[in-house]
């Protein structure tokens, strides 16, 4: 026998409840989203490099060490998608939504890909759901944008806390940056070995260090928030009136700058100490020069994604039931197979939901089928005719085939 061949590390199978709990999930992010206008969009699972490299940012830490890239055959390279920002500002582009009513707003659910260690709630293969609004700077956008994520993970009850910051201008990040870096070399040899090699490339990334010398001196490092233009200041201050007017408790964190490099202005992230020290489960903030640096006009946006695997985790295990079942069609001998494969094929098309036998059971088996499955009716083919049982009040009759679909409507 051949040695079994198993997941590949940082990667996983959704079957059973699973399975169920995320289908649910997604049908709470459909509903929320879609009923503040947000549309579905599926872009592919490869993405030209390039696109990550100038969307998300040389620097940062997804193109430098966790993005799986390859040649695609024909001498260029493409990208499995770490993320999703960069690929719907892409389609944004591609197919002209500047043309539409703007903010254009998209939703989407699937599957990204990085090269990080797997642990805990992190994988290299991850689910997110995520929506951007492209085409409005208007601080509401922002504040919509945040609403809609504590309105999911409320319905999912997950235990959040909400983090807000700023992060002004790509001009007022440039004169910081140059402040921060000075701060950092005066006090380099506190600094983890990581953290000083990116002084030059991203400095503000040591404040998401877990090194014990940096976390303390970052404590005393300049803040971004205190450099804010009186513009920039007066967006933010708008984006926190808003939540204030919605009710949602948040914090501000000036420590807060997120992993890319594309984010200007308003940044947010939910966590939840359900997920120990790993306890981000969603995030995001405007992005107005990204569509530019892809190769676009001038053109703002807001957006965020949220995991799929660290909202369930976060989220109290929820009862899930199968869907239900209304018919199961048994048979009692194989001459009465044809006739029971068209029963069953009958029922769906009436919109019923009918399973047949497939496991060349006893009739005996069948049954035990069936109600193991939660069939609310059976119906049985023999030598005497089509007999309809209730499962739930155990009782039977023998009835004209072709007036199944009549019992099984509207009872027996």
């Known amino acids: 026998m051949s040695e079994r061949i198993k997941t590949p590390r940082g990667t996983f199978d959704v079957l059973g409840e ?15 989203l879609e009923r503040a206008g947000y549309e579905r969009i599926e872009t592919p699972t490869f993405e030209a490099t390039a696109l990550f490299a100038r969307g998300v940012g040389e620097s940062t830490d997804v193109v430098q060490k966790e993005m799986y890239s390859f040649d695609d055959g024909g001498g260029s390279s493409i990208t499995l998608r770490p993320e999703g920002t960069a690929p719907v500002c892409r389609a944004y582009l591609e197919h002209g939504m500047h043309k539409l ?9 699937g599957a990204f890909f990085r090269a990080e260690r797997p642990q805990h709630g992190r994988y290299r293969q991850f689910w997110q ?13 922002d504040a919509e944008s945040i609403v ?10 997950v235990q959040a806390r909400l983090r807000v910051s700023s992060l002004g201008t790509p001009g007022t990040r440039a004169e910081y940056k140059t402040e921060l870096q000075a701060y950092l070399r005066a006090h380099e040899h506190d600094l983890s070995g990581e953290v000083r090699e990116r002084i030059d490339l991203n400095p503000l990334r040591a404040f998401d260090a877990d090194h014990a010398g940096t976390r303390q001196v970052m404590e005393n490092a300049p803040r971004l928030l205190d450099r804010l233009t009186d513009e920039d200041r007066e967006h933010f201050e708008t984006v926190r009136a808003l939540l ?3 009710g949602l408790a948040y914090e501000v964190d000036p420590a807060l700058v997120r992993g890319l490099d594309y984010y200007t202005r308003t940044v947010f992230e939910f966590t939840s100490d359900a997920l120990g020290a790993q306890s981000g489960v969603g995030g995001g903030g405007r992005y107005d020069g990204l569509i530019e640096q892809i190769g676009g006009p001038h053109t703002p946006g807001m957006g965020w994604a949220a995991g799929v695997e660290r909202m369930l985790l976060a989220a109290p295990p929820a009862p899930t039931a199968p869907p239900p079942l209304d018919l199961y069609v048994a048979y009692a001998k194989p001459e009465h197979r044809a006739a029971a494969f068209r029963l ?7 919109g019923h939901a009918a399973q047949l036998e497939l496991g060349g059971r006893s009739l005996k ?41 009549h019992h099984i409507t509207h009872g027996t």
Do not use: F
């Open 18 to 32: 699973a399975a169920l709990a995320r289908a649910e999930l997604e049908k709470t992010a459909k509903a929320i």
């Open 101 to 109: 009513a703007q903010p254009v707003k998209l939703w989407y659910l």
């Open 129 to 141: 759901v995520g929506a951007e609004a492209i085409g409005s700077d208007d601080p509401a956008v």
């Open 148 to 157: 809609l994520l504590a309105e999911i993970l409320e319905a999912l009850k």
């Open 244 to 246: 204030d007017g919605a």
């Open 344 to 350: 069953a094929a009958d029922a769906r098309r009436a």
């Open 365 to 405: 088996g069948q049954l035990k089928r069936a109600n193991s499955a939660g069939a609310r009716y059976v119906a049985i083919l023999g030598d005497e005719g089509t007999a309809l049982k209730d499962m739930e009040s155990g009782e039977q009759q023998v009835i004209e085939p072709d007036t199944v679909m």
